[in-house]
């Protein structure tokens, strides 16, 4: 496996830095309440304690980077994601069900329902005989951080840091246990792309999807991003303050369509967990930022 280090970066693409610019809202930064003290945290995931954090403005996609905007880069830069390079990809065991036996590899240790799949990339997310046909407004997956460092390169944009993201995700409120209050379903209506049934055998799909879904998909927040809660992790600039884990693992924000409070509530807007930088599945993908120009912050 090799390093983010080791991978030669696309060049910039003005163009693209153009388009990409085009779709983001501008944040005028400032001091918010990060983190979060609820009952329900997960140990070990350093969410606490909450505490006053300043952040300076900045621009920020209002989706996650979908697959035709991915498309559009792979294309120009004949880039090769990680998976492609190492033949395979996690794939969530309900929709691995129609992969042929020989290109499965196994299970993850912990985790069985995520199955190693030969062939499984952002192209083919459910496997070698799947496809993007009608998922081209749909997040892109089975990226790595690299891959999406990538792509910032290119597109002349950066990865959010983990207080960039949480405020972002926030929307301007303060303190709130989700992205659009303290309520999961307000007056019984879906909010975001999360588990119900019974995990990991069940999805009744109340929400209208059991994998991915559209971008904007939603409600967008108080600063009009959507899906920042479910649907898929999005990969931060942040390195993971944790002495055991390795020099190249990554804070991950926002859940995904797998999160269930059974097994993973981290669809709340404090929470977190993270990956190792070469790791790529069915349910993570990237949001992209930038800078404020010198000019509009004089």
């Avoid at 990865?159 to 309520?183: H, I, Q, V």
């Avoid at 993971?240 to 269930?260: A, F, N």
Wanted: charged share 25%; hydrophobic share 35%; aromatic share 12%.
């Amino acid at each position: 496996m090799s390093s983010p280090s080791a991978r030669r970066l696309p060049e910039r693409s003005a163009q693209a830095a153009r388009r990409v610019r085009a779709r983001m809202v501008e944040l005028p930064g400032g001091v918010f309440a990060m983190g979060s003290e609820d009952e329900d945290v997960n140990p070990g995931d350093g969410e606490g304690p909450v505490r006053p954090v300043e952040v300076a403005g900045f621009r920020v996609a209002t989706t996650a980077v979908t697959n035709a905007e991915f498309d559009r880069f792979v294309k120009a830069t004949g880039y090769r994601t990680q998976a492609e390079e190492f033949g395979w990809s996690y794939v969530f065991h309900l929709f691995a069900r129609e992969v042929e036996q020989s290109k499965i590899r196994g299970s993850a240790d912990g985790t069985p329902w995520w199955i190693a799949v030969d062939g499984a990339d952002w192209r083919h997310p459910d496997g070698p005989r799947s496809s993007l046909w009608n998922r081209r407004d749909h997040p892109v997956v089975h990226v790595s951080h690299a891959d999406a460092e990538a792509y910032c390169a290119w597109s002349g944009t950066r990865l959010p840091t983990e207080t960039e993201w949480e405020y972002a995700a926030r929307g301007g409120l303060e303190s709130k246990r989700y992205a659009w209050g303290d309520e999961l379903t307000p007056g019984g209506k879906h909010m975001c792309n999360i588990w119900q049934g019974l995990f990991p055998q069940v999805n009744t799909a109340e929400d209208g999807f059991v994998g991915t879904a559209p971008v904007t998909s939603f409600e967008p927040n108080g600063y009009g991003l959507y899906n920042v809660a479910g649907n898929v992790w999005e990969w931060t600039s942040s390195p993971w303050d944790d002495e055991v884990s390795s020099y190249d693992t990554w804070v991950v924000r926002g859940g995904s369509y797998l999160c269930h409070a059974s097994y993973c509530n981290r669809y709340r807007v404090a929470a977190r967990t993270r990956n190792t930088g070469d790791s790529s599945s069915g349910n993570t993908g990237f949001r992209v930022v930038a800078d404020l120009d010198r000019s509009e912050t004089a």
